[in-house]
T-cell receptor, first 117, second 112 residues
Framework: ETGVTQTPRHLVMGMTNKKSLKCEQHLGHNAMYWYKQSAKKPLELMFVYSLEERVENNSVPSRFSPECPNSSHLFLHLHTLQPEDSALYLC????????????????FGAGTRLSVL | QKEVEQNSGPLSVPEGAIASLNCTYSDRGSQSFFWYRQYSGKSPELIMSIYSNGDKEDGRFTAQLNKASQYVSLLIRDSQPSDSATYLCAVNHAGGSYIPTFGRGTSLIVHP
């Protein structure tokens, strides 16, 4: 399998549930990202990991908890979400260092469409 | 605050015309520039990258970069209805940052 794989593709959960989103990349990249994209809104960067260390956290509520056990896997643990958290959650990966060329390109997974009831 | 600005559109062009999408950025030292296409409900996919001033052509797509004006554009020649999507401009800033800043995206509609 190649590229960036996200599971599940669709998720419906209640506000009291706990669930996890999974992302796996097969590109040999060192950096992985979580983005949130709500309807009619731009991409919002949530978390960035480089070599399994979190390097950026854009004021994301604590009900979202990322985990990066190795450079190929990234999780987003969800608990006590709100209806406004319903969105498309995208995972991406890149080389993880600035090359000034194609190494900077981000590769996205297909996303998880999350609905919070 | 490093910003990437795009007109949200929608930009509507007839089939066969040239679509011109524009993007400006605030960080003068930015070094890598990307255009991603995102179909409704799908994830972004890279269509063009450009790293030096001038034009870069790939099939029907041409990216143009003018660092002095802090401006990057995407031209789509012979536009097709299948080009209808949101186009995201992304910029990697100076100082070795590999984390891009994305613009809001421009919605393009190509009508038959």
């Amino acid at each position: 399998e190649t590229g960036v794989t996200q599971t599940p593709r669709h998720l419906v959960m209640g506000m009291t549930n706990k669930k996890s989103l999974k992302c796996e990349q097969h590109l040999g990249h060192n950096a992985m990202y979580w983005y949130k994209q709500s309807a009619k809104k731009p991409l919002e960067l949530m978390f960035v990991y480089s070599l399994e260390e979190r390097v950026e956290n854009n004021s994301v509520p604590s009900r979202f908890s990322p985990e990066c056990p190795n450079s190929s896997h990234l999780f987003l643990h969800l608990h006590t979400l709100q209806p406004e958290d319903s969105a498309l959650y995208l995972c991406a990966s890149s080389q993880g260092f600035s090359t000034g060329d194609i190494g900077d390109i981000q590769y996205f997974g297909a996303g998880t469409r999350l609905s919070v009831l | 605050q490093k910003e990437v600005e795009q007109n949200s559109g929608p930009l509507s062009v007839p089939e066969g015309a040239i679509a011109s999408l524009n993007c400006t950025y605030s960080d003068r030292g930015s070094q890598s520039f990307f255009w991603y296409r995102q179909y409704s409900g799908k994830s972004p996919e890279l269509i063009m990258s450009i790293y030096s001033n001038g034009d870069k052509e790939d099939g029907r797509f041409t990216a143009q970069l003018n660092k002095a004006s802090q401006y990057v554009s995407l031209l789509i020649r012979d536009s097709q209805p299948s080009d209808s999507a949101t186009y995201l401009c992304a910029v990697n800033h100076a100082g070795g940052s590999y984390i891009p800043t994305f613009g809001r995206g421009t919605s393009l509609i190509v009508h038959p």
